[in-house]
């Protein structure tokens, strides 16, 4: 039978210095893992906030249903209804960036180069916030645009446009609202500027932003 | 003879003390892996997820049916705006059909590219502790609507639901939110327009790098191809504007 040996303090120390540096190693692991990955480039919100946005949602759907009542009854009238078809065409004409806009919102200032998936990701929180118009260095974001291309520089192109930095996002809409859903702990900004150390981003509300129409 | 037995000896620690450090290394790892695990810490906590999913599948509800009075009373409009011809003018109702066609909220039909993106297999999206890597993710639709707007596509959706300029694609967990409804794989992404421009940027390495990597690395299933015979459904969501004006200049 074998007597199994006892371990030397050498032994014993070696074990500890391997624990600690497994702990270390998973821990860098992990962190690795998290770094970059597209996971990190949403929210890792619960689902009360799913509630939340399903609530607010059905609320603005039911604005819209009394606003189409409305807009109905002006229809069935022969005298309201040539403007009733007018109010329709500027509300479009509104969404479609054919007219000069103006209103309340927040202007956002990337200062250095980012990758097109970061804007990407800026104006879909703009527009999950609320946003009723999104420019990017003066160009408007309509149905009409193109999306963000990146060229062999590494530059980015929207509309056929090369965008330079500083990046200037601008947003319409309910100002603290928009720069609450940009500036919350563990928002797109923090995200975006923990993952690329550095970054200088500027968010201010405006009480007039004003956007030209689509060229 | 007593160098050899001293050189054995000191394989022999040699061996001991290998198995010591790949044992530790081991333990730690599991360690870091037990300390990072959440334990649910509510009670009851099957009644609070049944409740949870209850709210959240009446609010999903309430907006199906939303969005269907919303569509008839669209058409209720275009009809009633029809029938006031002469007292609109035709050109009128000219123009605001197209200005409909340009935000959305018209169906179209035509050639495009469909794809079909869904999750790796046997990773379980509905537990909400899975964080991984294998699932589609809402930045993944994001960038391939991204890059098909970049091919110039003129009509987009996803599993039926309208994208146009405004619409969010958030989520929540591992739930994904277009146009804030509930949306679950597979995930057909549906595209009007130029289908050869529309192919080349997906399948631009530039464009989808992340995305690419998962396809080939971790099984997310994806397939993309040219159909003849797509319809996109019109937008059915909200369009209100509370914020914006004309601006007529200083």
Not at chain 1, 81 to 94: R, T
Not at chain 1, 144 to 164: A, E, K
Not at chain 2, 109 to 114: E, K, M, W
Request: proline residues 3%; charged residues 25%.
């Amino acid at each position: 039978m074998k007597h199994l040996r006892k371990p030397k303090k050498r032994e014993l120390s070696l074990l500890l210095t391997a624990i600690l540096l497994g702990l270390l190693i998973s821990l860098q692991a992990r962190s690795f893992q998290n770094l970059g990955d597209v996971i990190n480039r949403d929210n890792r919100a619960d689902v009360f906030r799913e509630i939340q946005i399903l609530k607010e949602t059905n609320d603005n759907l039911g604005d819209e249903i009394k606003e189409l009542e409305t807009q109905l009854e002006k229809a069935s009238n022969n005298q309201d209804a040539l403007q009733s078809v007018m109010d329709e065409i500027k509300k479009y004409e509104f969404i479609g960036g054919m007219m000069d806009v103006s209103g309340p919102g927040v202007s956002v200032i990337i200062s250095e180069k980012v990758k097109a998936l970061w804007l990407t990701d800026i104006v879909n929180e703009l527009f999950s916030a609320g946003a009723e118009a999104v420019s990017i260095n003066s160009i408007r974001l309509t149905n009409s645009t193109t999306g963000f291309d990146t060229i062999p520089s590494g530059q980015i192109m929207l509309n056929s446009v090369i965008l330079n930095v500083p990046y200037k996002i601008e947003a319409i809409g309910d100002r603290k609202v928009l720069n609450q859903a940009l500036s919350q702990p563990e928002g797109i900004l923090e995200r975006m500027q923990k993952l690329l150390d550095g970054v200088q981003v500027q968010v201010e509300e405006k009480d007039l932003i004003i956007m030209s129409k689509v060229r | 003879m007593r160098n050899e037995e001293t050189n054995n000896q000191r394989v022999r620690d040699l061996r001991v003390s290998v198995v010591f450090v790949v044992t530790g290394i081991f333990i730690g790892a599991l360690l870091t892996v037990q300390i990072k695990s959440s334990i649910p810490t509510a009670t009851f906590l099957s009644d609070q997820l049944k409740v949870q999913k209850e709210l959240v599948d009446s609010y999903l509800d309430e907006q199906g049916l939303l969005k269907t009075k919303i569509v008839s009373l669209r058409d209720k409009i275009e009809v009633a705006q029809e029938k006031a011809k002469q007292y609109v003018q035709t050109a009128n109702l000219d123009t605001l059909n197209s200005l409909k066609e340009e935000v959305g909220l018209k169906s179209v039909r035509g050639i495009g590219v469909s794809i079909v993106l869904s999750d790796g297999l046997f990773v379980d999206r509905k537990n909400p502790d899975v964080i991984n890597q294998s699932l589609v993710h809402a930045a993944d639709l994001r960038d391939i609507i991204n890059a098909l707007r970049s091919g110039n596509a003129s009509a987009i959706a996803i599993n039926d639901q309208r994208i146009i300029a405004s619409t969010p694609i958030t989520s929540v967990g591992n739930t994904i939110l277009v146009n804030n409804y509930n949306l679950l794989p597979p995930f057909t992404i549906s595209a009007i327009g130029d289908t050869s421009l529309m192919m080349q940027r997906i399948a631009d390495p530039a464009a989808l790098p992340d995305l690419q990597k998962r396809v080939k690395d971790l099984n997310i299933q994806f397939k993309a191809e040219i159909n003849g015979g797509l319809l996109i459904p019109a937008y059915t969501g909200n369009l209100g504007l509370k914020f914006i004006s004309e601006y007529k200049g200083s």
